[in-house]
T-cell receptor, first 110, second 116 residues
Framework: QQQVKQSPQSLIVQKGGISIINCAYE??????FPWYQQFPGKGPALLIA?????SEKKEGRFTISFNKSAKQFSLHIMDSQPGDSATYFC?????????FGEGTQLTVNP | DGGITQSPKYLFRKEGQNVTLSCEQN?????MYWYRQDPGQGLRLIYY???????QKGDIAEGYSVSREKKESFPLTVTSAQKNPTAFYLC???????????????FGDGTRLSIL
């Protein structure tokens, strides 16, 4: 089974700090890498996504860094806020299916 | 408002009973998906459908069945053969612009299924 490994499992950050979540994949055919944000009792919502032809994508406080040779990508949340406290999932796809990481529970303390 | 509606929000199943989870979308998306989420785990794909009257098994299809008679609807039946059905079930949809293309998946707010 194609896998996406995500770390850490949980993360606690102070308000204003930088949150960093890492993912690694195995299948070199993957060509689409989205990040989803999920609040308790809700479905995941697309946060930001990247394709392997670029090494970085930034949208507001959220940045994806992508390292194709290492088969790794990461999410950086700058100036983290208590409202960012949620579970974050990375995913990867080479077709119509998404393979998800295990998730990271982020807590931003005030 | 366009979106994905899952119902009910909470569902309880008795031993030996089949239950059906509803998923309706008004986004005019061709593809629809069912995922299972367990605590501390990522989303695992149960079934997906890229076109009406066609669907494929995902990674954990055993004990589940689906139908896709209408573009807007993709109900999931959890059968009595699924011995550990307690989980959060998520439905998603996406456009498809061609075989193998990737489009963002949009999720509903889930159904939480528990065993009585």
């Amino acid at each position: 089974q194609q896998q996406v490994k995500q770390s850490p499992q949980s993360l606690i950050v102070q308000k204003g700090g930088i949150s960093i979540i890492n993912c690694a994949y195995e299948n070199t055919a993957f060509d689409y890498f989205p990040w989803y944000q999920q609040f308790p009792g809700k479905g995941p919502a697309l946060l930001i996504a990247i394709r392997p032809d670029v090494s970085e994508k930034k949208e507001g406080r959220f940045t994806i860094s992508f390292n194709k040779s290492a088969k790794q990508f990461s999410l950086h949340i700058m100036d983290s806020q208590p409202g960012d406290s949620a579970t974050y999932f990375c995913a990867a796809s080479g077709g119509s299916r998404l393979t998800f990481g295990e998730g990271t529970q982020l807590t931003v303390n005030p | 408002d366009g979106g994905i509606t899952q119902s009910p929000k909470y569902l309880f199943r008795k031993e030996g009973q089949n239950v059906t989870l509803s998923c309706e979308q008004n986004l005019n998306h061709d593809a629809m998906y069912w995922y299972r989420q367990d605590p501390g785990q990522g989303l695992r794909l149960i079934y997906y459908s890229q076109i009406v009257n066609d669907f494929q098994k995902g990674d954990i299809a055993e004990g589940y069945s689906v139908s896709r008679e209408k573009k807007e609807s993709f109900p999931l039946t959890v059968t009595s053969a699924q011995k550990n059905p307690t989980a959060f079930y998520l439905c998603a949809s996406s456009t498809t612009t061609g075989l193998g293309s990737n489009q963002p998946q949009h999720f509903g707010d889930g159904t939480r299924l528990s065993i009585l």
